[in-house]
């Protein structure tokens, strides 16, 4: 299962089944107090902008030299492979080499925290139904 969390809605997306399951507001309330959830919450966000700066800073400092260093980055390495293009061809690398950190966190740590996330409303509903059951 894959917990999808968009516009204050949270909901299960049941991968064998291809359908989605819109949670009640009793369970939606036990996910956003769940430690688990909140720790995911906080690391995607903390983590996404750490990325996305890190992001921004290689790819403005690469404008910033083409704006201000042209000579430099005119400088020829060999033949017509200039500096320029060497930096251009790392921007793109960059981008992809922290496009598969992110995947590796998303995978890792983030996976991980989505199953305890799901086990704990899984055993939070089950209580629910056995107590509604009794009655």
């Not at 009793?26 to 909140?38: M, S």
């Not at 902008?49 to 042209?70: C, D």
């Not at 430099?72 to 690398?93: K, W």
């Amino acid at each position: 299962m894959i917990l999808h969390i968009a516009g204050g809605t949270v909901k299960r997306r049941n991968k064998q089944a291809h359908r989605v399951d819109t949670l009640n507001d009793t369970q939606v309330d036990r996910i956003r107090r769940n430690p688990d959830f909140i720790e995911l919450t906080r690391s995607r966000k903390s983590f996404g902008w750490t990325l996305t700066i890190i992001m921004l800073l290689i790819y403005y400092g690469y404008i910033a030299l083409v704006a201000y260093q042209k000579p430099l980055i005119a400088q020829p390495l060999f033949g017509s492979v200039t500096v320029g293009l060497v930096l251009g061809i790392g921007v793109i690398l960059s981008a992809i080499i922290l496009t598969g950190v992110y995947v590796l966190r998303a995978n890792g740590t983030y996976d991980e925290l989505s199953r305890r996330i799901i086990a704990a409303d899984t055993a939070g509903t089950a209580r629910v139904a056995n107590l509604e059951s009794v009655r």
